[in-house]
T-cell receptor, first 109, second 114 residues
Framework: GQNIDQPTEMTATEGAIVQINCTYQ??????LFWYQQHAGEAPTFLSY??LDGLEEKGRFSSFLSRSKGYSYLLLKELQMKDSASYLC??????????WGAGTKLIIKP | DAMVIQNPRYQVTQFGKPVTLSCSQT?????MYWYQQKSSQAPKLLFH???????NEADTPDNFQSRRPNTSFCFLDIRSPGLGDAAMYLC?????????????FGAGSRLTVL
């Protein structure tokens, strides 16, 4: 079966750095997405990785290792507004998007 | 601004009373998706349209139906809602199904079943 694993919940301090991990087992691979979802709202796109390595976009960076079936989302200089769930999704060989259940990130002052 | 709009944002219905949720888009995207998301769970794909081509997920109950009368609009019909159908229903669009095509989501319709 296809599976995406993420920690259920993480806590971090305002101004700090946090890394949210995602591991996947899917039928093929055609890219990995990270989405941010605030409580009660729709997911919004953060990043896309299809090649190994780090993609940096402002305070957010996303890393991919296809051989290890592993990605992480790195958030720097955390702000209170970063409190949200972070969803990892992989597009498989049939171009289906397989979603993780999300990591709820709690930021404390 | 180009966007995906869902109505209503909140819907309360009684057990067994049909419900229709709507989604419209101004992005002129070919693909429209309906997802069901329950608290702290991954979004679950119910079906999607690639242009007029309807694609039903194998495990989507018959209780859920969809219509796409034109490129801009898509509807989700829940014929006889049960308590287990209480969830957030998310509509999303993308220009295509492959590669880096990003899904753009609407704000969602939260369904409560009494």
């Amino acid at each position: 079966g296809q599976n995406i694993d993420q920690p259920t919940e993480m806590t971090a301090t305002e101004g700090a750095i946090v890394q949210i991990n995602c591991t996947y087992q899917t039928s093929g691979f055609n890219g990995l997405f990270w989405y941010q979802q605030h409580a009660g709202e729709a997911p919004t796109f953060l990043s896309y990785n299809v090649l190994d390595g780090l993609e940096e976009k402002g305070r957010f960076s996303s890393f991919l290792s296809r051989s290890k079936g592993y990605s992480y989302l790195l958030l720097k200089e955390l702000q209170m507004k970063d409190s949200a769930s972070y969803l990892c999704a992989v597009r498989d060989s049939n171009y289906q998007l397989i979603w993780g259940a999300g990591t709820k990130l709690i930021i404390k002052p | 601004d180009a966007m995906v709009i869902q109505n209503p944002r909140y819907q309360v219905t009684q057990f067994g009373k049909p419900v229709t949720l709507s989604c419209s888009q101004t992005l002129n995207h070919n693909v429209m998706y309906w997802y069901q998301q329950k608290s702290s769970q991954a979004p679950k794909l119910l079906f999607h349209y690639y242009d007029k081509d309807f694609n039903n997920e194998a495990d989507t109950p018959d209780n859920f139906q969809s219509r796409r009368p034109n490129t801009s609009f898509c509807f989700l019909d829940i014929r006889s809602p049960g308590l287990g159908d209480a969830a957030m229903y998310l509509c999303a669009t993308s220009s295509d199904r492959s590669g880096a095509n990003v899904l753009t989501f609407g704000a969602g319709s939260r369904l409560t079943v009494l």
